[in-house]
């Protein structure tokens, strides 16, 4: 019969918990080793942490930021939130939020039944894959959702796609069209092109989207080097406009500022998006913070992936904001 002491020594605690925690030894096997029962070393072991002989330490950088992701997702009214830390002296708001982001898909698809994606475009995804590792599914389409530009080929719409593919090992479709419509053109007829239609169609069965987002200012890739001549920042600005997604301007409470725009827009509608089932943004810096609050209001956001700088400031919005 397994001996019991009356009461454990220390020396005996340390013994049990050090065949646990260092050794990895199940508790069956530590009571046949010191011939107590599985009961005695599972109450050594709660005994132990209680006495502070043994501590548990979780190291990763996002621990300390579980509130704070608690507290962002109930202040934007999302399911997830992830957040990185960055340096404060020498900020860098697209690496740090592309590692995150990155560490996010590879647990997801790890998960995710996931079939097709929906991809923007942006230094924060091409930041993301540079992050991630080398990956295997064939069965997986990568889907661009928002036409390209003549500039920017690695972080513009063919270098992400399929910069995103190759590292997963996945396939993808390219929507071979710029940004925005020549003034004049009709929309629905020039996306009756087979090729277009065909490409189209996709968006109606996406598993999720991975969106970016960003303001009107020259910060903005998309306001420097991709609206039409007739389309202007100033006056985006005057008719409300605070930042977009997928090209498409919003105002501050989430409603878009010109159904012309839209029009011209080749790319995923923003009522298209808020009905796949898993939205990911991936987003930061202090001039991001309006028309990321302005997206989530718009249902387009799910799980944020952003730094704690850009959190501080989103939660300091809210608080002012109710």
Known sequence: MAREPIEDSEAFLVEVC????????????????????????????????????????IESPFLARSKQQDALKNALG??????????????????????????FMTERLRNAAWKSIGVSWGLTLDAAIRKLPRQSHPDLEIVSILGGTAKGSTFNSFGVVSGLADVLGAH????????????????????????????FRKFESLDAVLLTCSNVSHKSFLVSHGLPRELTPEGLIAAGAIGDVLGQFLTRDGTPVSREVDDRTIGMLLEQVQQVPEKIMAAAGPHKVD????????????????????????????????
């Open 18 to 57: 050090w065949h646990y925690f260092v050794n990895e030894m199940t508790q069956a096997e530590i009571a046949r080793m010191l011939n107590v029962t599985r009961l005695r070393v599972n109450q050594s072991i709660q005994r132990a942490k209680s006495l502070g002989l043994v501590k548990i330490q």
């Open 291 to 322: 028309i990321i609050a302005a997206a989530c209001r718009r249902g387009l956001v799910d799980t944020l992936v952003t730094d704690d700088l850009t959190a501080e400031l989103l939660l300091e919005k809210h608080a002012a904001d109710t």
């Open 172 to 199: 993808y479709s390219i929507l071979t069209a710029p940004i925005y419509l020549s003034e004049g053109i009709d929309r629905d007829l020039f996306l009756s092109q087979y090729s277009l239609s065909e490409h």
């Open 78 to 103: 999302i399911t997830g939130a992830i957040i990185s830390p960055v340096n404060r002296n020498d900020y860098d708001y697209h690496r740090p939020v592309g590692a995150a982001l990155a560490a």
